[in-house]
């Protein structure tokens, strides 16, 4: 029955999908171990349907260069489910073709590494408020959720680096800027507006027009509105209107654009109008709080349930300590191993489970017929834990990522990050801010696991990697 037949007049295997609801059921309490089971069951490349919609997954490794780079002008957009508000439907990560490469390139310029390294002055400063957070609880010897305080964390230094602005919620851990951008990620598979939207788009495009939407409409006014408070800010200060960051360099866009009296029209369709920034901001206000977050709380589980693998951090930690003098930007890009800790974490616990692309042609890759507008779909989670490229899959070995076995292995094997001209913008802000966490965390403490720290961890069904019931550790001061 259409459109039920789609894959199957193109030749390609999958789960049988029920009638309304397509394969949406059998992600059950996990969408990553369903694209696992189906990866094995059908040899990487299959298709399944969401509701009506159909997806191809493909878990081909040089399926996946092909598509996400080397075709990747024809595979350029992603999928914009409807409801989810203004943000997410018409931010960047929803936006298509020239807009998208014009806002990519805009602000790609507050991720280069001359910025970074200016950045880092700034991130130290919140490393050193989170190591002290874990010095308090050290001396009161108390059991606490690291994903609490690696939030405020990740929230301090996004607001700080991106923004210019001191929240302090590593003072307060139920600062209004945690508790708002919480409530952006706590979301279900199983929530009844995503199978809504999920399933039936367009009620989703009707409800959203009645003000109802997938993410909480209060949170992400909240961050509207600081927004606001941060522009009018720099209209009314020239020292702050100098700043190179992420925001200035969107005002920097509009206001170029203006000076250049290029007619509102224009502006609207091609440059960077008010309603973008502000849209822009919240977006990148919120993303970078979450996944950065949760990668470490999970290195620093995996850290403590690993304590000889923890004696090599902090064997390194100290090394090069002794070698730069000081855990400065240069010195915390020199922690080799410490990096081969965290991309073990994100193999095990990628920040997406899936990404996604849409053609806007037909084509034939490899001797895969692809129509237009087809959503294909990466399978990430899959792919990270295929025993064939990862032998023991469900075990955490750093030495996975040595030079010697990255040598060895495709690089599409590994996409924590997303792959080709759209991954992940941030990435590399996201790298140095848990250099420095950990660093200096370590250079101090040694995480261990306590009375309610749950082994193994347990994720929830979520939108991206919450962490059911929170990463309970304790911190020992070093002898």
């Not at 609801?21 to 094995?40: I, P, Q, V, W």
């Not at 931010?91 to 001359?114: C, E, M, N, Q, Y």
């Not at 690993?306 to 100290?318: F, G, N, S």
Request: hydrophobic residues 40%; proline residues 5%; charged residues 30%.
């Amino acid at each position: 029955m259409w459109p039920y037949s789609t894959f199957e007049d193109l030749g390609i295997p999958g789960p049988k999908p029920l009638p309304l609801f397509g394969n949406y059921l059998s992600y059950g309490k996990s969408a990553g171990e369903f694209d696992r089971e189906c990866y094995k069951k059908f040899n990487k490349v299959y298709g399944i349907f969401e509701g009506r919609q159909p997806i191809l997954m493909v878990g081909d490794l040089d399926l996946i260069k092909d598509i996400t780079v080397k075709e990747s002008n024809n595979f350029t957009n992603r999928r914009v489910l409807s409801g989810q508000g203004e943000i997410l439907s018409k931010g960047l990560t929803a936006l298509k073709d020239d807009d998208w490469r014009r806002f990519r390139s805009t602000i790609s310029p507050a991720f280069s590494s001359v910025k970074l390294k200016q950045m880092a002055l700034v991130i130290e400063k919140y490393a050193d408020n989170f190591v002290a957070s874990l010095d308090k609880n050290a001396k009161q010897d108390v059991m606490f959720n690291m994903k609490e305080l690696s939030g405020a964390y990740t929230m301090d230094v996004i607001s700080g680096t991106a923004f210019g602005v001191n929240v302090d919620s590593l003072h307060d851990l139920n600062s209004p800027f945690v508790s708002n951008a919480k409530d952006r990620f706590n979301i279900s598979l199983f929530d009844p507006f995503m199978i809504t939207i999920s399933l039936f788009p367009r009620l989703g495009k009707l409800l959203q027009n009645l003000g109802v939407t997938l993410y909480p409409i209060k949170a992400v006014e909240f961050f509207r509105a600081a927004v606001d408070n941060v522009i009018d800010m720099r209209g009314r200060n020239e020292d702050e209107a100098k700043r190179v960051d992420f925001l200035q360099l969107l005002l920097k866009a509009h206001n170029e654009e203006l000076d250049e009296e290029v007619s509102k029209e224009v502006i609207s369709k091609h440059g960077v109008s008010k309603k973008d920034i502000k849209r822009e901001s919240v977006l990148f206000w919120l993303g970078g709080y979450e996944t950065t977050a949760n990668t470490i709380s999970l290195t620093t589980y995996n850290l403590a349930v690993h304590q000889e693998v923890q004696d090599k951090v902090i064997q390194e930690v100290d090394a090069i300590i002794k070698k730069h003098g000081k855990l400065d930007y240069d010195a915390v890009n020199d922690l080799h191993y410490l990096d081969m800790c965290v991309n073990e974490t994100l193999r095990l616990f990628p920040a997406s489970q899936r990404f996604e692309r849409v053609n806007k042609e037909d084509t034939e890759i490899r001797g895969l017929k692809i129509p237009a507008g087809t959503i294909v779909n990466i399978p990430a989670y899959a792919i990270h834990r295929d025993e064939e490229i990862w032998p023991d899959p469900e075990d955490f070995k750093p030495e996975r990522f040595s030079p010697e076995e990255k040598e060895s292995r495709d690089p599409y094997a590994f996409l924590p990050f997303g792959s080709g001209p759209r991954n992940c913008i941030g990435m590399r802000l996201a790298q140095l801010e848990l250099r420095f966490a950990l660093a200096k965390a370590l250079q101090k403490f040694r995480f261990v696991p306590c009375d309610k720290t749950v082994i193994p961890i347990r994720i929830k069904n979520t939108l991206s990697n919450q962490i059911e019931g929170g990463v309970w550790l304790k911190v020992e001061a070093r002898a």
